[in-house]
């Protein structure tokens, strides 16, 4: 079982950028507010996407990434003392056999979060990881735990586990095989006794609260390097050097404010044969201005709408 040691802390929910704000926390290793889920979009589907998308287009404005984890299960119903720890665990499963029967996803980085007695949040985060699978059953459990330092209250709630709209990859194509996932927490009160949930269940609707747990995976993309991330000038160009299924396909880059406010967006299409590509945009809002000083946010969606990089980005 490969197990993480986090710090906790519990949180107000935030406004309407804080999704945005979560995303930069999970890439960062950092924690952050909880708010406003985007827009569903139609591509998303435990089906694979169309063969019939072409490079001449780009993926619609908010989409959601079709493979990414929301998967909510009911929640602790307790009051733990200062001192106690608070458990996730997540686990994958093939539900298509891939040649040999084996697979390796990569899965971004994972928050479990968990609503408390007086409005707030405590949130467990877990880093980026290749996850091997073997054969049809779950794989090994992937769990971070950590320590309560003052007494909280959970009201039974929804817990979720998330990857902020990051798509979980794998080296295979779309349409490749199928996985589900499925999560649990457990608690330990500091003054005795260990509760833990049942592993979470099936979810096949999409909606604000939750995506379908079977999907399949996006094709895998890594990045080699890119362009400072911070002291950049507005008007230049910021570039990901991208590695992985980069080849006859194309992305679609966006810049975004703090805020999640979308302020230019590019569509770069890839030649047949390519180990690596320079997915680039012009730190500029659309019409050629140059963007001012401040944080920003680029993401990078590959022709499926799947989220697959994201980077926040500082304009000197």
């Known amino acids: 079982m490969k197990r993480i040691h986090r710090r906790i802390r519990t949180e107000r929910t935030g406004s309407a950028s804080a999704w945005i704000a979560l995303l ?18 139609s591509r998303h589907s435990v089906a694979p996407p169309g063969a019939s998308a072409t490079a001449s287009g780009c993926a619609p404005s908010g989409i959601r990434s079709p493979d990414s984890l929301l998967i909510p299960t009911a929640g602790p119903r307790a009051s733990l003392a200062a001192g106690s720890s608070v458990r996730a665990s997540y686990q994958a499963q093939l539900l298509t056999a891939p040649p040999g029967n084996r697979a390796s996803l990569f899965v971004p980085s994972v928050q479990a979060s968990f609503p408390t007695t007086t409005g707030g949040r405590v949130q467990i985060y877990l880093h980026p990881a290749w996850l091997p699978i073997t054969g049809t059953g779950w794989s090994k459990s992937v769990t971070a735990s950590t320590k309560i330092s003052s007494a909280v209250g959970f009201p039974h709630g929804n817990a979720t586990l998330s990857t902020a709209w990051l798509a979980v990859m794998a080296n295979t194509t779309y349409g490749g095989y199928q996985v589900q996932f499925r999560w649990m927490w457990a608690t330990t009160n500091a003054t005795g006794g260990t509760t833990k949930s049942p592993w979470s269940g099936a979810v096949n609707a999409s909606t604000s609260s939750q995506q379908p747990t079977r999907f399949f995976p996006a094709p895998y993309v890594g990045v080699v390097s890119t362009t400072p991330l911070t002291g950049a000038a507005g008007g230049s160009t910021f570039t990901a050097n991208l590695s992985g299924n980069v080849s006859s396909t194309f992305f679609r880059i966006l810049t975004e ?3 999640g ?39 990078i969606h590959n022709e499926g709408g799947a989220i697959v990089v994201f980077k926040q980005v500082r304009v000197r």
């Open 24 to 41: 930069v926390g999970l890439v960062l290793g950092v924690m952050s507010g909880l708010s406003v889920v985007p827009t569903a979009s």
């Open 257 to 259: 404010s703090g805020t």
């Open 261 to 299: 406010h979308e302020l230019n967006s590019v569509c770069r299409t890839t030649a047949a044969g390519l180990t690596t590509f320079n997915a680039s945009i012009p730190l500029d809002y659309a019409n050629g201005t140059a963007l001012p000083s401040g944080s920003y946010i680029v993401h």
